[in-house]
């Protein structure tokens, strides 16, 4: 099930970064094993009540002159008019109602996407809410205020905010092509990989029904099997801060993934691997999707025997969270191994939803226990009793234990490697939940 996008839009100071936080709280920081995109405060996964949604932050905007102000809001929205589900409207009634949120207003009211307007600040509901009213005047509907700062007023927005989430059996989880996103840094040669993917074989180029979105999905046919290649390429900005193009290339990558089974990360290999690349590789970690590392451009670096084991090392060392990751050396502009980007799609599908039985897994944990003594703290030995697979895409296993501070991460790993050594799960993470037991053993 693919979570829903909310998109907070807003001007310079009206208090989104400070929103932000307070709705994605310390769920900000949960993955310390991948870097920066989650702190960087461009993205957030947010939970309500029974609600899972991803926050964006489209802004990131240094306040300059009143022109430059509109323009780089006006940006935003379209961002957001383009990738999310709901978009949040934030204004700040200490400010009032300004020009440029009249402006905004418009464009967002002629996108016809669900628009929940925030009134920010109001930290003080019997003083401020005559002030709030003035804000019906941008005609996108009630005002919700809030103050992001005394978290007050949140339930009643988020409330609004779910409300406008697509229904939860849409077309797109019927149908059961796979989805494969293709993500990457600008210039790294994405919208040339999906060009040779589909080749003559592009069917059609089209919203697939069921999406609120505007991303275009190519759906192509290889060996008499079809696939949707979920685009991130297509979409052009004018961008010319550095930096704006980055938030922007890691949005169009969080959205795309969202929906993907299988992610193709694609790398410039004239350039090598990156931390920005690791950024982005990081979005679909999180995810639990099946990756795929095409190290594009192979045709023009100049190679000689050890050139695939070096980028190969390289790139283990900076992706060194997703060890599993599989890495095709690729050329899209002259088509060398596509059909293997295929075959490796189809296998690391198959391994992020498949599904281990109870028996064989506990066997190889006791045989991996018999192996290498589990740790112990204070002379306390950690014990194992039962491990199960309870869910698929990625593969989450259940392990019970004794006692769950014995578990450190360094036996997880272990425990997963033996895992790996007999069923490979290549391409895909595996998820592990730790459980106590406390009246066996
Ligand atoms: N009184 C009050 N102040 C707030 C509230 N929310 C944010 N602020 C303040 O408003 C200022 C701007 O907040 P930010 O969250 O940085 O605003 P922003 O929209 O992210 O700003 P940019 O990064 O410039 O786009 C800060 O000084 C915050 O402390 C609130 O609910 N009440
Ligand atoms: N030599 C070589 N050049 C390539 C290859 N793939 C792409 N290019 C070139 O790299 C440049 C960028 O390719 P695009 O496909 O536009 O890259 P993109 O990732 O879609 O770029 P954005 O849309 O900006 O994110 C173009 O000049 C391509 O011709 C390749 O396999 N080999």
Redesign the pocket.
Known sequence: MSKPIVAVV??????????FNTLAGERISIVQDTPGVTRDRIYAEVSWLNYNFTLIDT???E?DSKDVILSQMREQAQIAIDTADVIMF?VDV?QGLQDADGKVADMLRRSNKPVVLVV????DFDKYMPDVYEFYNLGIGEPFP?????KLGLGDMLDEVVKHFPPESNEEEEDDRPRVAIIGKPNVGKSSLVNKLAQKDRVIVSNIAGTTRDAIDTEIRYNGKDYILIDTAGIRRKNKIKEEIERFSIIRAVTAVERADVVLLVIDATEGVTEQDAKIAGIAHERGKGIIICVNKWDAVEKNNDSVKEYTQKIRQILSFMPYAEILFISALTGQRLPKIFETMDAVIENNSMRVGTGVLNEIVAEAVAMQQPPTDKGKRLKIYYITQVAVKPPTFVIFVNDKNLMHFSYTRYLENRIRDTFGFAGTSLKFIVRERKDEG
């Not at 920010?120 to 930290?123: L, P």
């Not at 809030?146 to 005394?150: E, H, K, L, N, P």
């Open positions: 807003g001007r310079p100071n009206v208090g989104k970064s400070t929103l802004g990131g905007i306040p934030l200490r920010n600040k109001v930290d809030v103050s992001a700062s005394s």
